[in-house]
């Protein structure tokens, strides 16, 4: 199965941006919907964006929507979040996730079965 690495978090001042990564590697993920989940200390695993196989379709958490864009580039097997606007109830260790079942499953019960060890993004107010 494909294997997942995330980069890219950091510090960021509130309002400030930052892009993450998610490189993939192993087994072709091109047929992988992708998705990013982040957990703060104390709190559950939250969703954050999906995006489809194809490309074609995005799906957002409410607490996102607007500020953050999820996109992947398959000739570099690489999804990508693009976190504008940073406030600092965004920080949190950032997962990266990818799931083989149809888009619908996906976006329906927000279980992915392939996981990143994770990013960590800290915004300072």
């Known amino acids: 199965q494909v294997q997942l690495v995330e980069s890219g978090g950091g510090l960021v001042q509130a309002g400030g941006s930052l892009r993450l990564s998610c490189a993939a590697s192993?087994?072709?993920?091109?047929?992988?919907?992708m998705g990013w989940f982040r957990q703060a200390p104390g709190k559950e695993r939250e969703f954050v964006a999906a995006?489809?196989?194809?490309?074609?379709?995005?799906y957002y958490a409410d607490s996102v929507k607007g500020r953050f864009t999820i996109s992947r580039d398959d000739a570099k097997n690489t999804v990508y979040l693009q976190m504008n606007g940073l406030k600092p109830e965004d920080a949190a260790v950032y997962y990266c996730a990818a799931d083989s079942r149809s888009w619908a499953v996906v976006v329906s019960t927000k279980i992915f079965k392939v996981w990143g060890q994770g990013t960590l993004v800290t915004v300072s107010s």
């Open positions: 995006i489809s196989w194809n490309g074609g379709s995005t």
């Open positions: 192993g087994r072709t993920y091109s047929g992988y919907n």
